[in-house]
């Protein structure tokens, strides 16, 4: 298997919210495709932050995409030059109040190879704590709702909670969880 | 919780691999939103394929986005009109020559409920069988691969599967088995 051959490129719109760009592409068989689009981002990230109780601390906000409601981790974009810890912690803050705890990478994935250039950082916190400074902006519209693992395994099995980067991380997180549990 | 509104809605770009629309919100309190992009895609399908020996029926190709080569599932697009389920037997014949098999839904997910608008079914087919009928045209280029396990579970827990709809849906197939075997 090779990677195929960039013979032209190059961008249709280049906005804060939408980077697309067209390529043209030779495969390693010499057929061309004169038009593949690639969605560039910044890195992204999310976080399962649990508190000492053992709660979820998870956000409710509107998605236009799906144009519905959705409960989902915490998530984000690193800022240019922001590492993906700092940014996870960052928005942790920002959108919920919470900081502190020891953090972990879970998983690195993408929301789809194919046709976006960026990765998704997702990360565990533990023992988060409240600090009282939640600092929205008028363009946020979100409310944080503390989850029992079990709701949060609800969302998971009804396919209620859909950003496929977050359900990719929660289930491998309690797929760990059900590995290292103790046999009888 | 509530909506937003879309107040106006144009489309950047309609071809046949991106569909781009901008559509101008508000939001509950009032603010505006003058440009958010959400991208229009059709119905996506995936299916995690087991042969009646346990091993896995994956695809190794090239995904242009992240400049690489990656194992994956069968994935694909559902045809205008065409259901999920018979998109995905369709796909995992034509990618891989494999057909039959106990065919389950194991999740239903979005790459991205903000800026996309469409959901990706995640199947399950189990005892699948080659039938010799796998016919690519000259614009797919990918090899047929039969993985252990053992493997699969390599290639998630090393991020080196990175397509978070079937980590996605992996994840949740295994933690399901290990939720459900037998404690000594």
């Known amino acids: 298997m090779e990677k195929w051959t960039t013979l032209e490129s190059e961008y249709l719109i280049r906005r804060p919210w939408l980077t697309a760009r067209r390529d043209k592409l030779m495969m ?15 890195t992204w990230v999310n976080v399962i932050a649990i508190d000492r109780q053992g709660r979820f601390i998870m956000v409710e906000q ?11 981790l915490v998530a984000g974009v690193a800022e240019d030059g922001e590492e993906p810890l700092a940014a996870a912690r960052r928005e942790l803050e920002e959108e919920t109040g919470y900081t502190g705890g020891q953090w972990e990478l ?8 194919g046709s976006q250039n960026n990765l998704s950082y997702c990360f565990i916190a533990r023992d988060v704590e409240p600090n009282g400074r939640r600092h929205l902006d008028e363009t946020e519209d979100l409310s944080v709702k503390l989850l029992e693992r079990s ?12 950003q496929a980067l977050m359900t990719a991380s929660l289930w491998k ?7 290292n549990r103790p046999t009888v």
Do not use: Q
């Not at 061309?32 to 690639?38: D, F, K, N, Q, T």
């Not at 879970?106 to 190879?113: D, E, F, G, Q």
């Not at 709701?151 to 859909?162: A, C």
């Not at 997180?173 to 059900?178: K, P």
């Open 62 to 72: 509107y998605r236009h995409g799906l144009d519905d409601i959705f409960t989902e």
């Open 28 to 42: 390693p068989n010499g057929h061309i495709h004169p038009e593949y689009y690639v969605l560039e981002y910044p």
């Open 173 to 179: 997180f309690f797929y760990n969880e059900e590995k």
């Open 151 to 162: 709701e949060v395994l609800g969302l998971l099995t009804s396919d209620t909670m859909k």
């Open 106 to 113: 879970n998983t690195v994935i993408s929301a789809n190879p």
